[in-house]
């Protein structure tokens, strides 16, 4: 097959000085193409690096490579508002392309957290009771138990999240909800901390075929309930956390059969919920009772090698980054070929390209 990679990748340059530290971060690391190039190569595909942004559109339908690629596996952040990561998703399915990963309503549903809440709450999964704060606005606790935890409402990779991001008096939150609306200009999501155990656990495949890569455990050094998993952890998690995978987890009696299974059951929930494909990863925690709460799902989760959760967890489990990638495409591809008799809009290139303006600077690489 010739598989093309979109991606949007880190610059070179920090953020200026006035805009956040972590303005970037969920972009990619070029390893990550790499490594994702690669582990294709060796499954015997032809590989073209497409990028994002105006350049990926330039290289589809003026590059003409709309009809010359069999699919896309989509790294694609996008950039502005909280419909960025569904851009490169709403694009492909225009264009007719095939691509790994969730589509666009399913990427915009997870993205803005407070939505994401809702849809979980209709659908019985427990997660924490929240506010939304409007920019400008100041929060209203009442009805809210202390501590509370703040992050903006339409981010990903613990960006405007830190360890101060876990608040116990009303003078801290009001303080936090002025600092997040003035860094990052959006809503901020107030919810109940949860005191307890953190897991972030990987799922595979799609409906009912989909089912639990692994569930990793993230252990502080310090005290359990007043852990937050920020991004100081994130950017350096070998510095006071220690991530436990499930034979660890079982056989130190850290967790029982019944309360793994509770979570596996929490996560295969979510990813159906929200319609994901082929992958996702679902962040859960436990409350001050002990009962496992819905956080968040990422269905377009790093696939950093070494580096990021989804990962780690992955490897922790007994799946080489080959295995891993390889399932991703392979899930994929199963939605490709029962979806195989939906033809692409043949003429659209071609009425596009005429009105689509020239891209300038560097393009990714082109397919020849």
Not at 115 to 123: E, G, I, N, Q, S
Not at 182 to 192: D, F
Not at 282 to 303: A, H, K, M, S, T
């Amino acid at each position: 097959m010739r598989i093309g990679i979109t991606y949007d990748l880190k610059p070179a340059d920090a953020p200026a000085a006035s805009e956040p530290n972590d303005l970037y971060e969920e972009l990619e690391a070029i390893d990550t193409i790499v490594a994702i190039e690669q582990v294709l190569r060796r499954r015997g595909h032809d590989v073209v690096r497409l990028g994002g942004g105006r350049a990926l559109l330039d290289l589809l339908i003026r590059g003409g490579l709309v009809e010359r690629l069999d699919g896309v596996f989509n790294l694609a952040e996008g950039f502005g508002g909280r419909g960025r990561e569904s851009q490169v998703p709403a694009l492909l399915e225009l264009l007719g392309v095939p691509f790994t990963g969730s589509d666009a309503p399913a990427l915009t549903l997870t993205l803005d957290k407070r939505v994401a809440k809702l849809v979980a709450l209709d659908h019985g999964l427990p997660t924490p009771p929240f506010r939304l704060v409007p920019v400008g606005d100041t929060c209203d606790d009442r009805g809210l138990r202390y501590p509370l935890f703040l992050k903006p409402v339409g981010e990903g990779s613990s960006i405007g999240i830190r360890s101060r991001s876990r608040c116990t008096a009303p003078a801290q939150l009001h303080d936090l909800v002025r600092s997040l609306h003035a860094a990052y200009r959006q809503p901020v999501l107030v919810e109940e901390f949860l005191p307890g155990e953190e897991y972030t656990v990987g799922v595979i495949g799609n409906g009912d075929d989909a089912r639990v890569l692994g569930a990793m455990q993230i252990v502080p050094s310090g005290p359990l309930d007043e852990f937050v998993y920020s991004l100081e952890y994130k950017r350096d998690y070998s510095v006071d956390v220690r991530y436990h995978m499930t034979d660890e987890l079982l056989r130190r009696g850290a967790v029982s059969p019944a309360r793994l299974d509770r979570i596996h059951e929490l996560a295969l929930a979510a990813h159906r919920v929200f319609e994901c494909r082929d992958i996702s990863r679902v962040d859960l925690r436990c409350d001050r009772d002990g009962r496992v709460q819905f956080l968040e799902i990422n269905p377009l989760p790093g696939l950093r090698p070494g580096f990021s959760d989804l990962a780690n967890l992955a490897a922790g489990h007994g799946w080489s980054y080959d295995a891993l990638v390889g399932g991703i495409l392979d899930a994929a591809r199963g939605r490709w070929q029962a979806a195989s008799t939906v033809a692409r809009p043949p003429a659209l290139a071609a009425i596009t390209a005429a009105a689509l303006p020239a891209v300038t600077g560097d393009s990714p690489d082109v397919l020849t």
